[in-house]
């Protein structure tokens, strides 16, 4: 049996995969919350004869599924995960939502972790057709969004006997990332000072508010003087009360940066920090600085993009129909004015894979922190219109499209053409691991997240 066979084993049980998809697009559940995505992957699993275990790494929505012995140990990273506030009715091209404030699959890790689930199937087909030794492991990876679920169970060990793992994301491009996603923290800045009446005894107040609107001005003047591919993002989650009478007692706000590279994130971490302590020392308040969570940047492995790669240009691409052309260029209008319509609504082409992979992404995931575990590999494929915001009621009301399905078998197509081709070239794992030590400088893993930060503790700091 060849490559050729998986590819079309997958396409003759599509309907399987597309209706898993649907069906966690359907449930929508939020970070940590993913109880009845894993109950679904958990029963399919089994039934392909995966041996599945729940519960990794003190999260109870993450999970591994293990097929097949021997090297090479190659896994498979899924996603599930919706997002809050982005309900939207599918093939729906207005916002109209199906539940109000409820959650949506904004970011596509319906389609994310069944194409990923996809591409672990296919590879199990080829070793069994074959009769090759190879262990397969399909890993549940909860909370991507706000809860970097794999950075704990990177922390826990889960990924250190792997030989090298795949992924892939939903775009409105098929592409290879033309360079690393961001690294990232989490923190929380808690201001207490002295409640007071604001007119009797406005002395006798420190104010907590004042603080902190003191820490956002300073920071507004930091992003001035920081590299043009970081970023400072915040929001305010206590003011300290309703009333203009009070001098507010507490106030905080949870602050979250970026920056390309670990270094970076740590020098931007201490600034954040001085500002916020400045903050208190000029309002005579106090503060508290929680740092809650981190993930690192991804680091690329040319020797297993350039296969990924050499694998998405010679698969047939998804087609785009009739009825995927006129929802699409309904879906574009809401988010572009008639007269900049791009010519097509899909982009069906690949990119050209930017090889030397130094144009950072804007935003982060915590596969970086597998990437400084084990060689990573991962692409995009087209499962909405061109122009379409992640994290939009837009993509959520693409999720469930036949256009969505194609490029998800796509995706899954081609992370088990990629894994096949890696089991036949056994040179490929050792030289993807010889430039994985080159970025890490041979360092081991590092976690962001510290010891004591569990997965219950975030929880309870982010809801």
């Known amino acids: 049996m060849d490559k050729q066979a998986a590819i079309k084993y997958l396409e003759s049980r599509a ?31 089994k039934q392909e004869g995966f041996e599945v275990t729940v519960g990794l790494a003190g999260l109870k929505t993450a999970f591994s599924a ?13 996603e599930y995960d919706a997002l809050p506030g982005l309900s939207q009715k599918a093939g729906v091209a207005v916002k109209e939502s199906l539940e109000i404030e409820g959650n949506g699959h904004g970011c596509g890790h319906n389609l994310l972790g069944v194409g990923a689930l996809m591409g672990a199937i296919g590879f199990k087909h080829y070793l069994e057709e074959n009769g090759k030794s190879g262990t397969v492991v399909y890993f549940g990876c909860p909370a991507e969004e706000g809860g970097s679920g794999k950075t704990f169970m990177a922390r826990e060990g889960c990924f250190d006997n792997l030989d090298a793992a795949f992924s892939w994301h939903p775009s409105d491009y098929n592409m290879m990332p033309p360079g690393p996603v961001l690294a990232n923290d989490s923190i929380r800045y808690s201001f207490t000072g002295k409640a007071s009446h604001a007119a009797a005894a406005p002395e006798a107040g420190r104010s907590a508010l004042d603080a902190l609107e003191l820490m956002n001005v300073g920071v507004q003047f930091l992003r001035e003087h920081i590299p043009s591919s970081a970023r400072i993002h915040y929001a305010i989650t206590d003011t300290g009360g309703i009333s203009p009478n009070n001098v507010q007692a507490h106030a905080s706000a949870l602050y979250q940066i970026r920056a390309p590279f670990a270094p970076e994130l740590e020098d931007l971490y201490k600034r954040l920090n001085n500002i916020a302590k400045g ?37 047939a691409n998804p087609i ?35 090889k030397a992979g130094n144009i950072p992404l804007p935003g982060s995931s915590d596969v970086g922190d597998v990437s400084w575990v084990c060689p990573v590999s991962q692409c995009g ?3 909405w219109p061109v122009g379409t915001a992640p994290h939009s009621w837009q993509a959520v009301a693409c999720g469930k499209s036949d256009f969505a399905h194609r490029g998800m078998l796509f995706a899954g197509q081609i992370i088990a053409s990629t894994a096949i081709d890696v089991l036949n070239n056994p040179e490929v794992i050792a030289k993807a691991w010889e430039q994985l030590k080159e970025k890490t400088g041979g360092s081991p893993y590092h976690c962001p997240i510290p010891s004591e930060i569990t997965p219950d503790i975030l929880e309870a700091e982010i809801t």
């Not at 970070?31 to 679904?40: A, G, H």
């Not at 903050?279 to 993009?305: C, H, R």
Request: aromatic residues 12%.
């Open 15 to 45: 309907q399987d995969f597309y209706k898993l998809s649907d069906k966690i697009w359907g449930n929508a559940e939020i970070r940590f919350k993913e109880k009845q995505s894993v109950n679904d992957y958990e029963a399919f699993l």
């Open 66 to 78: 293990t097929w097949g012995s021997g090297k090479p140990v190659i896994g498979f990273l899924g």
């Open 279 to 315: 903050a208190a020392l000029m309002t005579d308040t106090q503060v508290e600085i929680k740092f809650l969570k981190g993930t690192s940047n991804t680091l690329l492995i040319p020797a297993l993009d350039e296969i990924m790669y050499k694998n998405m240009c010679e698969i």
């Open 320 to 354: 785009a129909e009739a009825k995927d052309l006129d929802f699409a260029y309904e879906i574009v209008k809401t988010q572009k004015s008639p007269d900049k319509l791009p010519e097509n609504a899909f982009a069906l082409k690949p990119m050209p894979w930017n």
């Open 381 to 383: 494929t087209s499962t």
